[in-house]
């Protein structure tokens, strides 16, 4: 009788958790359930699986609606069934059309056999009903049959109760979500927009009650469920299975293509490589992973046609056949990669591929999959955005019409607020205290579907007959379920990833081209890792703008490593990461790697097994072994112990489970408990955080690359971080990084700019990309002009030709992009708001002058120049100066130490003075809030602070801008910073003062 129940996944409308409706019904002995979510099948599989798990037949469907409008309710009778409503759902969701509200079974389902449709009563339906479809009654409705013609439809009405709710609580909260999302104050939701009371559960005897006197209303639902039958075997591999003909042609292509790769990577005589080579393809057989290694090479070998950048990384990249196919650039033997963290034959999934590609060049890649595969087969893997804490307040704040200034003394600021509780003890009334008791109720539902940042979905079969597909503005088919759904059903991903750093080293190659005529090869790694002036830049951290290692810990780890070799960076990628950091082992490792001799291991077996990483736990790779050789957990279950790591699998019940089998094998062996206990420690903190060793080796690989073109090419390195809009920094500390390699930096100029910042020699001139004001059709328009009529020889010249607004020629003028005149700023917004005026506008565009005439010529008095004035106008325009911004601040710079000077202070108290790039916070053991902070002092040194919880609740960070900063002087492994017990922000000098600071001229 169950045949409309919803969850939480009919967005912003059901209330019940999967697991919760399918309990409910297992505690009510019910034998067949229907799940119908509106127009969504994002947790079918879910349902499906756990009402196996209860003994509990379920039907699959779904609820269609137009906003607010139930048209009907769609029912699988079969798995072709569910796959025709599928494509059903995607037809309308991608092409954003409305669902038709008389649906013509022959237009829409090939076999009406395979889909039930039940159109509610009261809604419109054909008069004469196909076979297979039905009118559904509420049991609130029953006083309506007494008017309705049930002699004609007696054969096809069945109970269609909704079931969205648990109890009067979980009602409310729905009219809160359905308040939230048509965005209305709770009390003006209209009734046609929520749901009924009656849709909560209710118990099957009183179903059966209700509709007594119409019993074969529930004989035909039986009859109905019972002819639904869908079978799915989870977990069997779904992805496409051959990549050419037969899986036998797949074996040996696979095997040409390796071993053609072994000779061209190793040599024809390197008789270990050849060994691993035929060993993985044994076990890449075995598994039938032929045709994913295949599909991996092919997007590989269309990127190299195409000549985009990539890296390939994930633990895919432990492989030597994927080294011999290309697909990574990370050696497993010169790495000695544990082969059984990439295969082995217990692991039943795929190994994963993370293939990052230039944010520029990603969607061409997706879009030669999804060409190359078909769209039936393809689809983008989905993911679930969930409430949480701010969000929740936000919302709930506004349906209960507070206020925004309550919403924010509610709401928590920084990167903790997923952390906040919903304390009621936060509440100063009673509606404070209902935002907060039901944003409780309501965290971690589902609140739309999103996109999974790369996966994506190559299946054998329709990707129709696992999912519904939907087009989000990236504009191209999503799946409506996310990885771990997927990877229940048996689809794998395969990750197509982007990220800035690759365009930075595809634009500095080819500015370096065009600027040098230069070549640069960026795959010789090998003469990468060994060039002295690549040593030189990582022992002296000169890393801003390379890939990974440019923030400030980071860069913090590296001058406390002394790192200037390959194996160490390998490391670092890995330690820095949060598991290994907040458990305490990466300052272990620092200390050991300094002093290898000071310390006992832990256990003779973590010597064996850690040696290389000084009995530290850095990679996912030293867990899986701990795990096995110590704990004796098998390799299945290790591989198990892997994805819960990775953060592979919902909730916590598969590290637990590991966790008892670990300590229960710990104790068999003998262990001392404590022992077991420290291991077990480091093992859990590399929950949802770890690296696999290969994977880290990839991102070193990377930072090489942008070292060594950081090294030898600083200026236009500096130039494509900035064209690529940065990395871990704002792009104001790239220009002024740029400005520390010796180039001249101009501001806009309508002479030589590009829409991009471009570099000619030493000369960079800043792109019409970074003024905000400037509409990129006005800046392409002028770009055009320029390349037809050849440079603007006045000002005059350039209105004519450009018919450019007056808006958008201030703005340049205001940045001297029209410096070429000769004339200064002031002069040239008279001359051009002169120039511009109705009457002389008109004239110009009526005829065209014969000759060409003199420019006009005004004869102004003498205009005031501030020194301040283009810091000051580049600030508003740009949102930063493109020079030193220290001579605006509103101080004596004599009086502070200057960063390069901290070595001399080791101690000591001093008073710096910063202009504040970036702060980190985080919450100590405590649980209080403090903050590593990341300044520049007036040379454009770095200064690094920290802000215990103390100093920083007395001296909060009030945003970007200048700060006298008085501390102590810490070190700690060679690395200095200032530990801030006093701050100050300092002000700005006004627009017109004449003097700037000695020695530090606005250039």
């Known amino acids: 009788m169950y045949l409309n129940c919803k969850t939480y996944f009919s967005l912003r409308y059901g209330t019940f958790s999967t697991e919760e409706l399918v309990a409910t019904a297992a505690d009510a002995g019910i034998e067949m359930l229907g799940l119908t979510n509106i127009n969504n099948v994002s947790d079918a599989w879910d349902f499906y699986k ?333 993911m679930v955005t969930t409430f949480q804490y701010n969000a929740l307040i936000r919302e709930l704040g506004k349906v209960f019409g507070l206020p925004k200034s309550e919403i924010d003394q509610l709401a928590t600021k920084g990167y903790y607020s997923r952390q906040s509780a919903f304390d009621t003890k936060k509440a100063e009334d009673n509606i404070q205290q209902l935002i907060l008791k039901y944003g409780q109720l309501l965290k971690n539902f589902p609140n739309h579907l999103s996109i999974h940042p790369g996966g994506m979905l190559i299946s054998e079969a329709s990707i129709y007959q696992y999912t519904t597909v939907f087009m989000p503005p990236k504009g191209f088919p999503t799946a409506q379920i996310d990885m771990f759904v997927a990877e229940n059903i048996g689809l794998y991903k395969l990750d197509i990833l982007s990220q800035r750093g690759l365009g930075h080293i595809k634009e500095a190659i080819r500015l370096v081209k065009e600027n040098q005529q230069i070549s640069v090869n960026i795959h010789e790694i090998e003469q990468f890792k060994k060039d002295p002036g690549v040593k030189k830049q990582i022992r002296e951290v000169n890393t801003i703008g390379c890939f990974y290692i440019e923030s400030p810990a980071m860069r913090q780890l590296l001058k406390k490593l002394e790192c200037d070799d390959y194996l160490t960076l390998v490391a670092a990628s890995s330690i820095i990461r949060p598991g290994v950091a907040s458990s305490g082992m990466m300052k272990a490792y620092i200390d050991r790697y300094h002093h290898p001799d000071s310390f006992e291991y832990i256990h003779p077996i973590m010597k064996e097994l850690l040696q290389e990483t000084y009995g530290v736990m850095v990679y996912q790779e030293d867990v899986i072994k701990v795990a096995h050789h110590f704990a004796g957990i098998d390799m299945g279950e290790a591989d198990i112990l892997r994805r819960a790591m990775s953060g592979k699998y919902r909730g916590n019940k598969e590290m637990i489970r590991i966790r008892e089998n670990f300590f229960s094998n710990c104790a068999e062996r003998g262990y001392d408990p404590e022992i077991t206990k420290e291991v077990w420690r480091q093992i859990e903190s590399f929950g949802g955080y770890s690296f696999s060793k290969a994977h880290s080796a990839s991102f070193a690989v990377e930072s090489y690359q942008s070292l060594f073109l950081k090294t030898y090419y600083p200026r236009e390195f500096m130039v494509a971080v900035i064209n690529n809009f940065g990395g871990f920094y704002s792009r104001e500390l790239y220009f002024y990084e740029l400005s520390k390699t010796g180039a001249v930096i101009h501001p806009p100029c309508v002479n030589n700019s590009d829409w991009m910042t471009n570099i000619i020699g030493n000369e960079v001139y800043t792109g019409f990309i970074h003024i905000k004001s400037l509409e990129q059709k006005t800046a392409e328009a002028l770009l055009e002009e320029r390349k037809r009529g050849g440079l603007f020889r006045s000002l005059e010249d350039l209105i004519e030709r450009t018919k450019i607004g007056k808006e958008s020629l201030n703005c340049l003028i205001r940045l001297d992009a029209c410096r070429f005149t000769g004339k200064s700023k002031k002069e040239l917004l008279w001359e051009a708001n002169l120039w511009q005026q109705p009457a002389r506008s008109k004239l110009a565009v009526q005829s065209a002058a014969l000759f060409e005439e003199a420019p006009v010529s005004f004869q102004l008095p003498a205009l005031p120049v501030y020194p301040l004035e283009n810091l000051y106008d580049q600030m508003e325009l740009l949102d930063f100066p493109l020079s030193n911004p220290f001579p605006l601040a509103d101080t004596d710079l004599e009086g502070y130490i200057p960063a390069r000077h901290l070595i001399h202070h080791k101690g000591k108290k001093i008073t710096m003075l910063g202009y504040l790039i970036t702060y980190k916070p985080v919450r100590t053991i405590k649980g209080d809030l403090m903050c590593f902070g990341t300044f520049i002092d007036s040379s454009l040194d770095w200064l690094d602070t920290i802000h215990f919880p103390d100093s920083l609740q007395r001296y909060p960070l009030q945003g970007n801008g200048f700060y006298a900063l008085t501390g102590t002087v810490v070190e700690d492994f060679g690395v200095l910073n200032l530990e801030v017990t006093y701050l100050k922000k300092i002000g700005l000098k006004s627009r017109t003062s004449a003097l700037h600071p000695t020695g530090l001229p606005v250039g």
């Open 50 to 382: 756990l009402c196996r798990e209860k003994s509990i037949k379920p039907i699959l469907g779904a609820e269609i609606r137009n906003g607010s409008t139930i048209c009907y309710v769609l029912l699988a009778v079969n798995l072709a069934g569910f796959e025709q409503i599928n494509q059903f759902l995607s037809f309308h969701l991608q092409e954003d059309k409305n669902f038709p509200a008389d649906l013509n079974l022959d237009n829409f389902f090939p076999n009406q056999t395979d889909v039930a449709v039940i159109y509610p009563l009261g809604s419109p339906f054909p008069e004469k009903l196909a076979p297979r479809e039905w009118i559904g009654i509420r049991s609130d409705q029953i006083t309506k049959l007494f008017s309705f013609p049930v002699s004609r439809y007696r054969a096809q009405m069945v109970v269609l109760q909704p079931v969205s709710f648990a109890n009067k609580r979980s009602f409310n909260a729905h009219r809160l979500l359905r308040a939230i999302d048509k965005n209305v104050l709770l009390s003006k939701l209209a009734p046609e927009d929520q749901g009924t009371e009656t849709e909560i559960f209710q118990a099957p005897d009183k179903l059966l009650k209700a509709f007594a006197q119409h019993s074969f209303i529930i004989t035909n639902t039986y009859r109905l469920m019972e002819s639904c039958f869908i079978e799915m075997d989870l977990h069997t591999d779904k992805n496409k299975k051959t990549f050419s003909s037969t899986r036998e042609d797949d074996r040996i292509l696979l095997e040409k293509l390796a071993m053609d790769g072994c000779i061209q990577r190793y040599g024809r005589r390197n008789k270990t490589a050849v060994e691993r080579v035929s060993k993985e393809l044994a076990i890449i057989d075995q598994l039938g992973f032929n045709s994913y290694f295949l599909i991996t090479w092919d997007i590989i070998r269309y990127a190299q046609n195409r000549g985009y950048y990539y890296v390939g990384r994930g633990s895919g990249a432990n492989s030597i056949v994927a080294f011999c196919l290309q697909i990574t650039d990370v050696d497993p033997i010169e790495l000695d990669l544990y082969f059984e963290r990439f295969l082995n034959p217990y692991r039943s999934s795929p190994p994963d591929f993370d293939i990052d590609f230039s944010w520029l060049d990603r969607d061409d890649v997706i879009d030669y999959v999804f060409k190359r595969y078909g769209k039936k087969q393809v689809a983008l893997l989905g």
